[in-house]
């Protein structure tokens, strides 16, 4: 079974901060996604790494993926109250299964 | 381009009652997955349907079935609801072209509470 530990589970910070969260795993994934959850929403994807240190950048929001692709972070510079929400990552299985990591609840006050 | 819904947004049953939840798939798109999020985790995959046949299915018992229509709209049925049942059921629907799968696109979910 394909395990995806998020890290923190909660943050809190001040709007400017930075922040740097986690997705870990000890399988090695074909590619990592990154949602974003709203309150009342379904999740809506961020971005998808496929290749093994590969860094891709949205706007603020900077994902990479490990180089042995068992795990990837999501920085996100100068946070925003517009950041506030859910960051799951996941990642494909069987079938197009995905498999989703509990989620990083992100709160970010003005 | 119409985006993935769900109805209803919320219901309320009991245990041992029978729910079904309804999901109409984006324009273009021919596969339909559920999901269960349960209050504080991550969504977990129930099944998908393709050409209307179940094909994959997660770690729910078969109290779990669904149906997937021509349209390609699909519906999750849960039988003997139990207390545990009470989440987030979210419907994600897909293209997949020659066993190629496209990104899937989440509609905004169904909130079930079992009494």
């Known amino acids: 079974t394909q395990l995806l530990e998020q890290s923190p589970q909660f943050l809190s910070i001040q709007e400017g901060e930075n922040l740097t969260v986690y997705c870990n795993s000890s399988?090695?994934?074909?590619?990592l996604q990154w949602y974003r959850q709203e309150p009342g929403e379904g999740p809506v994807l961020l971005v998808t790494?496929?290749?093994?240190?590969e860094v891709k950048k949205l706007k603020r929001l900077t994902f990479q993926f490990g180089d042995a692709r068992k795990d990837s972070s999501l920085h996100i510079t100068a946070a925003q109250p517009g950041d506030t929400g859910l960051y799951l990552c996941a990642g494909p299985g069987a079938n197009s299964k995905l498999t989703f990591g509990k989620g990083i609840t992100l709160s970010v006050r003005p | 381009e119409t985006g993935v819904t769900q109805s209803p947004t919320h219901l309320i049953k009991t245990r041992g009652q029978q729910v079904t939840l309804r999901c109409s798939s984006q324009s273009g798109h021919n596969t339909v997955s559920w999901y269960q999020q349960a209050l504080g985790q991550g969504p977990q995959f129930i099944f998908q349907y393709y050409r209307e046949e179940e094909n994959g299915r997660g770690n729910f018992p078969p109290r779990f079935s669904g149906l997937q229509f021509p349209n390609y709209s699909s519906e999750l049925n849960v039988n003997a609801l139990e207390l545990d049942d009470s989440a987030l059921y979210l419907c994600?629907?897909?293209?997949?072209?020659?066993?190629?799968?496209?990104?899937?696109?989440f509609g905004p979910g169904t909130r079930l509470t079992v009494l």
């Open positions: 399988s090695v994934f074909s590619s």
């Open positions: 790494v496929v290749t093994g240190g």
């Open positions: 994600a629907s897909s293209l997949v072209i020659g066993g190629r799968s496209y990104e899937q696109f």
